[in-house]
T-cell receptor
């Protein structure tokens, strides 16, 4: 299973941008990079995913390094509702399982 | 659309007992995956069901078994419960060829 490395925890001030890093040096050419987040007492929810190019959606942006060995999830303006554990996951086939690590616990300070 | 639903929300069992957890996938989804999440850890994949067959399995013993019904709903069964089986059990549904999984709120199991 492909491995990712994330900081255990990060803090951000409310309404400031947040950059959540993820290292995946053993990524293969067909691995997609997925981000999920888990709010307290809830199941994980999809945030964003990409293969090579940077991706944007209503929740966040995903910046992928040119060599694909790292990526960064960008929350443009953190709110208190963004406080969660953020998981960076690599997955090959669409039917393949997700391998969750321990993720990054994001604290948003009012 | 109710999304992914799971029942029960909480459950308390004693060692050696058996438990059945239930999951109804998001409308239109045909694939169901089950995960175990211990306190402070990320979810760990148990198995995945597609077309009523177990398609993939993680590193879990045979005490963990499942079933998928023709309406795509699914059950997770755990026999001979151990204290270490205490965890949040998550169900996720998806379309077979889709990138995204949708998770339910989970069932919290406590084994005493």
């Amino acid at each position: 299973d492909a491995k990712t490395t994330q900081p255990n925890s990060m803090e951000s001030n409310e309404e400031e941008p947040v950059h959540l890093p993820c290292n995946h040096s053993t990524i293969s050419g067909t691995d997609y990079i997925h981000w999920y987040r888990q709010l307290p007492s809830q199941g994980p929810e999809y945030v964003i995913h990409g293969l090579t190019s940077n991706v944007n959606n209503r929740m966040a942006s995903l910046a992928i390094a040119e060599d694909r060995k790292s990526s960064t999830l960008i929350l443009h303006r953190a709110t208190l509702r963004d406080a969660a554990v953020y998981y960076c996951i690599l997955r090959d086939e669409v039917w393949d399982q997700f391998y969750f690590g321990t993720g990054t616990s994001l604290t948003v300070i009012p | 659309d109710a999304g992914v639903t799971q029942s029960p929300t909480h459950l308390i069992k004693t060692r050696g007992q058996q438990v059945t957890l239930r999951c109804s996938p998001k409308s239109g989804h045909d694939t169901v995956s089950w995960y175990q999440q211990a306190l402070g850890q990320g979810p760990q994949f148990i198995f995945q069901y597609y077309e009523e067959e177990e398609r993939q399995r993680g590193n879990f013993p045979d005490r963990f078994s499942g079933h998928q019904f023709p309406n795509y709903s699914s059950e997770l069964n755990v026999n001979a419960l151990l204290l270490g089986d205490s965890a949040l059990y998550l169900c996720a549904s998806s379309l077979d060829d889709a990138e995204t999984q949708y998770f339910g709120p989970g069932t919290r199991l406590l084994v005493l």
